[in-house]
């Protein structure tokens, strides 16, 4: 995601921006896992901007226990920007959990959880105003998927008519 250059004595970081759709797209065909690399390249992008000492990855891993504060740190980097949405960040991460509950459901029912992504919609959108709007940032926005997007998208495919097909033969 990020990549350090320095031009004429001015530092620029390379970070490519997942669009809203991509996100969404992506989200779905991975059955809501998707947000898990998102949540770890968002707490990796804060790491290195405000020269935290956390760890990215059990930060995504357990985010039950730090998505309201990744929620209220993009909202927060993203209005010292010039965002004037708001969001509720505890209530997405609410929306977050329940929709995560309903995975206990019964056939077909539980697929409702896959929906989860959609309560981090707000952030997403926050964190990629507030990129765009800062300074030394060369930002890389691309209207294709990349190669592990690919890979994710035709095994998700898959693994989606497999569950389909599961769902309608007895």
Known sequence: MEETITLNETETTKIEIVTLQKFVILSFISFGVYPIWWMYKTWKFFKVKENLDIMPVPRAIFAIFFLNGLFEKVQGFAQSKGYTKSFSSIGCFLGVIA???????????????????????????????????????????????NARQLILLILGGIFWALVLLGLYVE
């Open 99 to 145: 929709l995560n509950v309903t995975g206990r459901l019964p056939e077909p029912y539980f697929l409702v959880s896959i929906l989860s992504f959609l309560f981090f919609i707000p952030a997403v959108e926050a964190l990629n105003f507030g990129i765009r709007n800062s300074e030394g940032y060369e930002i890389r926005d691309t209207e294709y998927f």
